[in-house]
């Protein structure tokens, strides 16, 4: 998720487990080390452009690595509250806060390597956005408060938000798969696989997404006290064979492409221009416009990497569309204006 809700988390985390006296130390390292596995965005290069995709959420968030990172920590920020706190409960802290931050990024649908090393599996719960100010922002004032009050009990009461929030996600996931398995049906689809992912900032609009006879179909579920349909979009699934026939299996762009397979969990698309896509975001939930793509060169050298491109600027068309969404507007009506827009 974002840093704040990271560092919030960490932070409740460690309050949950001091005395009043320790509670403001512990804050304090727990945010800290609660934020401090997203610096593996500093793995870049210049040269290879996907390098970033393959190592954010990667050795960093891994269960198998808390120790570690949280070691690494206390080594750092020890030196500034030696005077308050013995190393044993500096890392105590950290370890809480690093522990906190690889399970909610599981919780998002972006895909988090739990499992490194054993596993190179992306695991992504889908229960809650990477940003989300209903999950955030109550957080965020137990926090202060038990800052302020140093009286954990603020802080467990946080991890409970937490838990029953993250608790109603899993239940809308629930009822929006079985959603989507009902309309695949009624369009005489037997989809190979189907996911419900939550729509930016809530827990009312998912973005539904499935595979049938070589394409993907991107449907918009607002799961309230009844169901809404909002139909979408539909792709056909790449087929490098078909689709990129120049396409050397040798070269670096081949590799490439297989990186971001591996990546997007393989829901690849084709676009003019010999753009490949990943289909599982979008701005607005039913629309295929996604937020990330690679674009290949028929002409380039064996060893030259593919173009990353994104597009996460939604205009005012696209956001009234999500508005009008969330508001529950009438499917049959809302697909008129769609229409007159377009």
């Known amino acids: 998720?974002?840093?704040?809700?990271?560092?919030?988390?960490?932070?409740?985390?460690?309050?949950?487990?001091?005395?009043?006296?320790?509670?403001?130390?512990?804050?304090?390292?727990?945010?800290?080390?609660?934020?401090?596995?997203?610096?593996?965005?500093?793995?870049?290069?210049?040269?290879?452009?996907?390098?970033?995709?393959?190592y954010h959420r990667h050795f960093t968030h891994a269960l198998a690595f808390i120790p570690v990172g949280a070691l690494i920590c206390a080594g750092v920020l020890h030196w500034f509250v030696r005077k308050r706190l013995s190393f044993g409960w500096t890392y105590l802290f950290c370890l809480l806060g690093y522990a906190s931050h690889g399970l909610l990024d599981a919780c998002t649908t972006y895909g988090t390597q739990l499992l490194w090393p054993f596993s190179d599996m992306r695991v992504a719960w889908h229960l809650v956005s990477?940003?989300?100010?209903?999950?955030?922002?109550?957080?965020?004032i137990v926090v202060l408060l038990t800052f302020l009050r140093r009286q954990r009990i603020w802080a467990w009461i946080g991890l409970a938000w937490c838990a029953l929030y993250l608790s109603l996600g899993y239940w809308q996931n629930q009822r929006v798969i079985a959603a989507g398995w009902e309309l695949a049906g009624a369009r005489g689809h037997a989809p190979l696989r189907l996911e419900a992912k939550p729509g930016f900032a809530n827990l009312l609009v998912w973005k539904l997404v499935y595979e049938y006879d070589g394409h993907y179909y991107v449907d918009a579920v607002r799961a309230g006290l009844m169901m809404q349909i909002y139909p979408g979009s539909q792709a056909q699934k790449l087929d490098p064979?078909?689709?990129?026939?120049?396409?050397?299996?040798?070269?670096?762009?081949?590799?490439?492409?297989?990186?971001?397979?591996?990546?997007?969990?393989?829901?690849?698309?084709?676009?003019?221009?010999?753009?490949?896509?990943?289909?599982?975001?979008?701005?607005?939930?039913?629309?295929?416009?996604?937020?990330?793509?690679i674009r290949l060169r028929p002409h380039a050298a064996e060893d030259a990497h593919v173009s990353y491109f994104t597009q996460r600027q939604a205009g005012p068309a696209a956001l009234r569309r999500l508005l009008a969404m969330l508001a529950g507007r009438d499917p049959a009506e809302f697909q008129k204006d769609v229409i007159k827009t377009l």
């Open 1 to 54: 998720m974002d840093p704040l809700t990271q560092g919030a988390l960490g932070a409740a985390f460690a309050q949950s487990a001091a005395e009043s006296r320790r509670i403001r130390s512990a804050s304090v390292l727990g945010a800290l080390s609660g934020m401090a596995p997203d610096l593996d965005v500093l793995i870049s290069s210049s040269t290879d452009p996907l390098l970033f995709l393959e």
């Open 241 to 293: 064979a078909e689709h990129l026939p120049w396409l050397s299996s040798g070269s670096v762009q081949a590799l490439d492409l297989e990186r971001f397979r591996w990546f997007s969990n393989d829901y690849l698309a084709i676009r003019p221009d010999n753009e490949v896509v990943d289909v599982r975001y979008s701005v607005v939930p039913n629309e295929i416009e996604p937020l990330w793509g």
């Open 130 to 140: 990477v940003v989300d100010p209903a999950f955030s922002v109550p957080l965020g």
